[in-house]
Structure formats: C-alpha cells, structure tokens
C-alpha cells in the first residue's frame, strides 16, 4: 500500500519572498500589469490552495510583447556580435545555477513534482540547456556551392534569424521547457515572447528577472503571463510573430497551426504520446522492471514521452507485471516539496478529472486495475500509480494519451519483430519508445521498424541537449534540442553573384 505523506513543510526564504510579491508581465525589460489590470490565480496542486496571483495578459499585451520583441530584434540584438550572444547566455546558466534552491522550490510549489526532480534534475538540465545553445551562436554558418550553370560564379548560402518567435509551453517540465524553447532562438539570434502555461508562471517570471539581471538588452526575451484561448490565441494569430514554437497537447497544436495561416508563420509542434514500452524475453529484467516503472511514473506520468503502454513477451509478462505493480504500490505519495515523495500530485484538478475518468473508463470497459486507481481529490490531487491489464486495443486507456501515472500491461507472444512493431506502431502518436533487451542485434532492428522521434534502447525518458527530440505522425513537428534545434529558429538565404 502507498504510504502518504501529504504535509508539505512551510515555506521559508527566496522562494517564500518572491511567491509573496507582486507578479507582472516582462514587456520591453520593463515589470508592468497586464493592461486590463486582471490578474488569475496559482494553485499549488497538493493541497488545491491558492498561492499567488499573476498578471493576466490578453491581446493588447501580446501586441505590446511582440512590438517590443521586434524592436530588440531590429535593434540591440541583431547588432550584438555571436559571441556577445553566446556570453550572455553562460551568464544567465550561471545566475540559474545560483538560485537553484529557489527556482527548484518555486517548480515544485506550483507544479507539485518531486523537489529532488526539480533540484537534481529539471534546474540543471534548464541551465545547461543554455550552456549546449551558447555553444551554438558562434557556429550557425552557411556554406559556398558550387553550381553548374555557364560562367563565373560564386553562390553562398546565409543562416539568418527568423525573427520573433513566439513560445507557449505546457506546465509539466516549466523549467526545462522554457529552456528548450528560448535558448536555441537566441543563439540564433531571434527575440523572444514567451508564455508560460497558466498554471506554472512563477519560475518563468522568476528566470525572466534574471534576463535583466545578467544584461541581456531590453524586449529580447519578454515573458507574459495568461490563458491559452486568450494570450497563446492572440500569439499564435499575430501578424508580426515570424514563428511560433508550442509544446503541448495535440488538440491545441493543431489550433495553434490554423492559427498561424494568416501570415504563415512557420511552425514547430512537440505534441502528445502514447509511448511503448517493449521488454523482451530476454532482457535484464530487474532493469527493465524498474526502467518500466520510472518510464510511467516520473513526473506522475506527465511527459509527452511516458510509456504507457507496457508491451511484454508472455515468458516473462507476469514477473514484470508483479514487478511494475509492487514498485508503483511502494511509492511515497505526497507534497512535491516534502524530499521524502516520490509521487507529487497531478498539475490540476482538470487534469486529476481527465485521468480519473480515464481510469474508470478502463474499468467500466472490463480491463483489470492491478494495483492503484485510487484517488483523493479533496486536499490535492492525487492519483496512485496504477497499472491496468486485461485491455483491448480499442480501449481509450489505451488509444487516449492520459497523461497521468497509469500504464497499460499488453502481453505478446510472438518473437516476429514486424509483428511486435505493428501493435507498438497502433497509435495516432510516435513520440518515443523503449525497447528492453540485452540482443542489440534485435535492439537495432525493432528500434528502425518502430515509428517514432526518439527510440531508448534498455532506458527511458533520457535527454540531452545534443540528442535531438520530436515527433513522428501526430506528435509534432520539427525537433527541438541538438543541431536540429537551429533549424527551427534559422532561415537560409541564398546569395548568387555573377562575377564579372
Ligand atoms: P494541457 O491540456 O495539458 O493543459 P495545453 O495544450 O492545453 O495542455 O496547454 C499547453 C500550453 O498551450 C499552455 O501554455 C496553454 O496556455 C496553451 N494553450 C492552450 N490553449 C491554447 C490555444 N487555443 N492557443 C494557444 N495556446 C494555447
């Protein structure tokens, strides 16, 4: 049985002082209130109290982001040298490294994740995200071609910015998403308007003030706070945004995409998953027991890239089910910001009703809930991790994304790789997948049939700045992080001379 541990200790310091002060939009390297004067609330996901308010921004603060984001982008920044640009960046990595105490609190608070996640993992993959791209500004070049036409000629291609950029982010990774977005359009030479998801603003507006702080010039990076239908809508419809970047769920990815038809600007989408776990007969199975079990539930399974479907060879299926199912049942429960939890609460209680709703669909429609589906909704949003067996492919448990700590166990008897790669391909989704095997010859060749961005061979939810990320069929468009990264924020121009 999971073991609670709801309380949350109080909070105290930098975290505590800059959840107390007043919040407002970064237009132009000025702290101003959305000019409606709204503000909405923060919610701290385990105990469902409000924490703080922000300012909510709507379309004339948009129009006041993008116009200042043009400005810089006319202005400063596109006479700053690539080095410049590239030394601004290591500084601001260095001013988060210095707060990540506070930063990792503040994500925790308003996320509810694990604070050792955020601490140990999300802050530093968030300020060494910047390091990989600072690393970038100083090599983004063209190249000479040689051509066939009749005559003298020398022909060269020029990376050059694509201008502003507009970038919406979802709430479950704040940190690292906000990094991933911004750091490659910079090292690019691109200007900023970033919205944070309306629920998780207050690491963005805290990293926001660092911009400041480390001497990035005014409107390069402006931050504001608000809804998707209002603030991410008026973004994603601007006419002046060259481009927009968006994480989030596949539904509003393809708005964002009709909206960005008037003056087509370009477009890149990290969208859902529905990732399969693959063990095969022969893997180490303590690893892939335990590779299974994190692939699902760190970050109480909301990852675009969470394996929730667990795919295992019949030989071996019952152990790694028991396996999966023991682990998930011995997971500490409780506040984010406790270091003793291990699974936080969902981001909302929107999201507590979507992920609960899918569990009891799953049983309404006969499948098995082995461990788990229990739910306390009241003082948190809780959700135990929970592993369901017994389905069939049309269940929404298994066709939906749920975004949520519950996984799927499907058995398989067959050692035909065309055929496990089919049911794993039987999704709308091709994020990512991992397969579990010490046979690297077999390793290699499912990873080739299997359709998606990412494939983790005998490990899962693995990133690095240099790796680059995205999405096969319905998972999006483009691909983040890596050289691939640049392509998103570039655009080439071609320059022809006739020599004389
Ligand atoms: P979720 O459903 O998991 O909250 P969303 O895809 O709705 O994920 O949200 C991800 C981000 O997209 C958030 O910043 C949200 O405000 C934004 N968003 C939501 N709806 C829209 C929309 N219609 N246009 C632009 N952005 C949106």
């Not at 409606?36 to 379309?59: F, L, N, Q, W």
Request: with cysteine; charged share 20%; hydrophobic share 45%.
């Amino acid at each position: 049985m999971n073991v609670h541990i709801h309380a949350a200790p109080k909070l105290v310091g930098p975290a505590a002082a800059f959840v107390a002060a007043p919040k407002k939009l970064l237009i132009g390297g000025q702290w101003v209130p959305a000019l409606s004067g709204k503000t909405t609330e923060v919610i701290d996901p385990s105990s469902a109290r409000v924490v703080a308010h922000v300012a909510e921004a709507d379309k004339a603060d948009v129009d006041a982001a993008v116009k200042a984001a043009r400005a810089a982008f006319e202005g400063p920044w596109s006479r700053m040298l690539p080095a410049e640009r590239a030394k601004l960046m290591w500084k601001l990595a260095d001013a988060i490294d210095a707060i990540t105490d506070e930063l990792a609190t503040l994500n925790s608070l308003e996320n509810g994740k694990p604070i050792n996640d955020s601490r140990k993992g999300e802050v530093p993959f968030t300020a060494e995200t910047f390091r990989y791209f600072a690393g970038w500004a100083t090599k983004i070049n063209g190249e000479q071609i040689p051509i066939s036409a009749p005559g003298d000629w020398h022909c060269y291609t020029r990376r050059e910015p694509v201008g502003v950029a507009a970038q919406i982010i979802p709430w479950n990774f704040p940190l690292s998403m906000l990094a991933w977005k911004i750091a490659p359009a910079l090292a690019a030479g691109c200007t900023v308007v970033l919205k944070p998801a309306e629920q998780t603003p207050l690491g963005a507006l805290r990293i926001g003030e660092l911009f400041a702080e480390v001497g990035f010039p005014d409107g390069v990076v402006n931050v504001i706070t608000g809804f998707g239908e209002t603030a991410g809508a008026a973004l994603s419809a601007h006419p002046d945004v060259d481009k927009i970047a968006f994480t989030g769920s596949t539904d509003v990815g393809k708005l964002i995409a009709r909206a960005a038809t008037g003056n087509l600007k370009k477009v890149s989408l990290e969208l859902g998953g529905k990732s399969p776990t693959i063990v095969l007969p022969d893997a180490d199975l303590d690893v892939a027991i335990a590779g299974a079990a994190s692939a699902i539930f760190f970050n109480m399974g909301q990852c675009c890239t969470a394996g929730s479907r667990l795919f295992v060879h019949k030989k071996v299926y019952d152990r790694v089910v028991e396996g999966v199912a023991a682990g998930a049942a011995a997971m500490r429960i409780g506040a984010g910001l406790n270091p003793e939890t291990e699974v936080g609460p969902l981001i909302s209680r929107e999201q507590f009703d979507k992920v609960t709703g899918f569990i009891e669909d799953g049983r309404r429609d006969g499948a098995e809930i082995v461990t788990g589906g229990e739910s306390f909704g009241e003082d948190g949003f809780f959700v135990t991790p929970t592993v369901i067996a017994k389905t069939r492919p049309d269940m929404s448990v298994i066709r939906e994304e749920i975004f949520g700590p519950v996984v799927c166990a499907i058995p398989f008897d067959t050692d035909d790789l065309d055929a496990i790669a089919r049911d794993a391909n039987d999704t709308a989704f091709g994020l990512a997948a991992s397969l579990w095997t010490r046979d690297l010859g077999l390793a290699h060749k499912l990873a080739a049939k299997v359709k998606a961005g990412t494939i983790w061979i005998n490990t899962h939810n693995f990133n690095d700045c240099a790796l680059p990320f995205g999405g096969f069929k319905q998972s999006g468009w483009g691909r983040e992080l890596g050289a691939q990264a640049l392509d998103l924020y570039t655009q080439v121009k071609t320059v022809a001379i006739r020599l004389p």
